[in-house]
């Protein structure tokens, strides 16, 4: 059952807990910036303190063990057990249960098949299996459920954005291309709802022409820099001229005998986007910070003889490969005990993009995301339930996906973004 | 359960000079200071707010709370002394309580910011004091923002500042200057808890005044 703030209901909303002093001052502004007194946003970023030791291990990866370019190992012994865990959040109508995804579905006894290998070629003849499989059967969702605390702040939409090119609050977005099934979306932080303030966050999704051998798909996402006003328009241009410019180096960016080029081809790209978004600033006369944005990228491989994927990043925004429903990450954690002076991002602070490979098996899958995911993470009530969603066998329908990532966590006000990639 | 959070404490001198104007100043903004918290949902999933009140001894008048959960705001009352020494050991103590009580509830604790009220000259030797509280090794050592008015020495308080200080300048009388004192906190609350006014940290930057009304801004003694 979704859990909706069942229970003790918060105060917060109910002015009449309030001293009678304080009632008479109104209501409190809806944006606490309008007209106020100059406030300035300090560069002083307040530190967490101490978390990691706190935190449970993140997803104990083996460490890669490829000189130079790590890779993701294979995990071939770690499936997991054919029995289903439990599911503490089960929602009403996971259409995952209800909608078997033809020849590549569990069956209700919940066999898993073997061999990589197998799917790929189950994939190959599949065609003909969807009729057989029993129409998915409606059900409705219900609110989405709460994951972290009890949150008083409420997740609905209210005035329209003020804003020169303001985003729609949401957009979700899925395809399928060459045994690579994709779910995305980019939904408005419960923050920005509140104070009518457009969403910053974007991504990208690029099918590419396909050439024997060469590249089929490329995700990305990107993050507006929360205190940019025009962030919203720089993390969806980095998207877009990351898609234009990477066909110059995509061939390149893959080919495992040119991996010795690989961070350099991943530099060299992000600087031309890193180039192209600068001049975009000029184009609207604003200043190139203005456009401030996190970019992480995926390209992907063909299926034979092994699927490769290139991830690389500039700033915070992480990704993750899902296997044995245990989220790997896939750049290194920095760590934040001490004051850092902020996430790189494009296009003025790139410093070295982080560049991983990784060599990816059917039922992986590879998550592309912006904080606001990936913060709720470290929770583990969250990667727990994000895994039952998204393990396998489960790849959601657009309604459901959509629905998952709604979940409410209290003090996570921030857009939420993810691209899925499942590879079959 | 694992929230981030921003705490927030207000160190309150309640010394006998602060009768009168000054001390009714702060105690009319509580509630405001309240109101304007507990009702904003952006900032109340985020923050918290702890009083300390300080004269010859010191003393918790509101634990770390979540203002959304609190029905009645404590009111300062002058008496006593200036201990500084008494109002940083308190602080030390509640924030090392607090911070861990929060991480054993599996929260994401965030650098704790001060703001800290003072009118007079201190009558004692709080250095050992100061230098436990802002102790680098200590890890929740907060960020101080230190306000100074009637007797303060600007110095001191540009001491007791790790990030900034503001000293009244006497543009404004005492009650208003205060009164501009407690909108400023409230806006930095406000403001932190805001993600719109984060830098990417998902809602956890402390946003600090540039200027206060009736007070002069003055860079934080590097230590």
Redesign the interface.
Known sequence: MPQAETGTT????D?S???T???E?G??PDN??AG???????Q????????RP?LPPLPTAPQPVLPGLPQIPQLVDTRPSPEPPARPHQPVGDPEREAPRGVLSLAAGGKIEPEPAARRQSVAAGPAAPAAAPPPQASPLGEPVVL??N????SEPRAFPEIGERVPDSIVDGGEVDGLIVRAASLR????R??A?TRQDSFGLYAMTPVPGGPVFMAAVA?G???ETWSHIGSAAACRLLAEEIGGYAEAMLDPARENRLQDNCQELMDKVAGRLAMEADSRDLNKKQLST?LVGCLFGPAAPVRRAVMFAV??SPAYVLRARDFQPVFTVEQE?IASS??NALPTQIGRVSVRVAELCAGDMVLLCT??LG?TM??PAVRRQLAEWWGEPGVPGLPAYFWQLSFR??????DRTAVCVWVR | ??????PFYLVCDESGSMSGAPVDAIN?SL??L???I?????V???TRFCLIGFSSKAEILLPLSDL??V???PMLKASGGTNYSQAFDKLRETINND?NAL?SQ?H????P?VFFLSDGLPNDDWHQSYQALVDPVW??HP?ILAFGFGQADTQTIQQVAT?KAFIANGTLGPAAALREFAKSLI??I???G??????????????????V?GFTTIEADQV
Request: proline letters at 10%.
């Open positions: 918060p105060p917060a909303a002015p807990g309030v001293p002093a304080a009632a001052q209501p409190a606490p910036h106020e007194s100059p406030m300035v946003r300090q002083l970023k307040a530190q967490v303190i101490d978390t706190e972290i605390g949150p008083k702040l409420r932080g419960d923050d920005h509140h104070y303030e993050d820099v929360g205190s996190t700033g915070d005990e902020g996430t904080d606001g913060n470290r929770t966590a209290q003090s996570y006000g921030d | 359960m694992s929230q981030q959070v921003l009319q509630p405001e309240h109101y304007e507990g009702s904003n949902p952006v109340t999933d985020k959304s959960t029905t009645q705001m911070v991480k599996g994401q604790v965030y650098r910011a890890r929740p960020n990030t806006r930095s406000v403001n932190s805001t993600s719109s006014a984060a830098e990417q940290a998902g809602g956890a930057t402390l946003v600090m005044p540039d200027n009304p």
